[in-house]
T-cell receptor
Framework: ETGVTQSPTHLIKTRGQQVTLRCSSQ?????VSWYQQALGQGPQFIFQ???????GRGNFPPRFSGLQFPNYSSELNVNALELDDSALYLC????????????FGPGTRLTVT | AQSVSQHNHHVILSEAASLELGCNYS??????LFWYVQYPGQHLQLLLK??????LVKGIKGFEAEFIKSKFSFNLRKPSVQWSDTAEYFC?????????FGPGTRLSVLP
């Protein structure tokens, strides 16, 4: 166990809907990164938040957005869901952006029908 | 853009066999390299990491990896695998801005 928690564990949504996923970082960690892991693939970097600001972004469209709160927990929001958004969404926390060792949560399994 | 390739999609070994999983990355600058493992039903865990210094790094559970800069490679090795090593293994690289994972190699160890 890493101390990184995510909710919910599983989620089923319909195409076109919106979804919010949540992550609580490990104690003392102020940086949170989000990843999408499609079945049979490696995690793909969505974005990173550091002290409530976006600190880097992968190749994902603007309908993927996020927030980080003063307690360093974070949300991932996805609008206008598409079938291809079905994946495991992973959150990882680290001490700061320069500390590359990340601690991963168990993930949220999102299914879009 | 950075990319990471892993040589094998699925590797099947018998217990006590030696393991080597290949990883190559494409990026010309300074990078930090990682191997993560995902056991069935569990979250990603860090096996080992390379930031600088000795290119041969040792990680948990008897794993080690060698960074060969000229070959852009960071192969994972273990002299003798156990059934409990059955898992998905991911190589990853970061240049400080993006964190890029490889597609993963599934290792099945037969008892």
């Amino acid at each position: 166990e890493t101390g990184v928690t995510q909710s919910p564990t599983h989620l089923i949504k319909t195409r076109g809907q919106q979804v919010t996923l949540r992550c609580s970082s490990q104690s003392g960690h102020n940086t949170v990164s989000w990843y999408q892991q499609a079945l049979g693939q490696g995690p793909q970097f969505i974005f990173q938040y550091y002290r409530e600001e976006e600190n880097g972004r992968g190749n994902f469209p603007p309908r993927f957005s996020g927030l980080q709160f003063p307690n360093y927990s974070s949300e991932l929001n996805v609008n206008a869901l598409e079938l291809d958004d079905s994946a495991l969404y992973l959150c990882a926390s680290s001490l700061d952006p320069g500390e590359y060792e990340q601690y991963f949560g168990p993930g949220t399994r999102l299914t879009v029908t | 853009a950075q990319s990471v390739s892993q040589h094998n999609h699925h590797v099947i070994l018998s217990e006590a066999a030696s393991l080597e999983l290949g990883c190559n990355y494409s990026y010309g600058g300074t990078v930090n390299l990682f191997w993560y493992v995902q056991y069935p039903g569990q979250h990603l865990q860090l096996l080992l990491k390379y930031f600088s210094g000795d290119p041969l790094v040792k990680g948990i559970k008897g794993f080690e990896a060698e960074f060969i800069k000229s070959k852009f490679s960071f192969n994972l090795r273990k002299p003798s695998v156990q059934w409990s090593d059955t898992a998905e293994y991911f190589c990853a690289v970061t240049n400080g801005q993006n964190f890029v994972f490889g597609p993963g190699t599934r290792l099945s160890v037969l008892p």
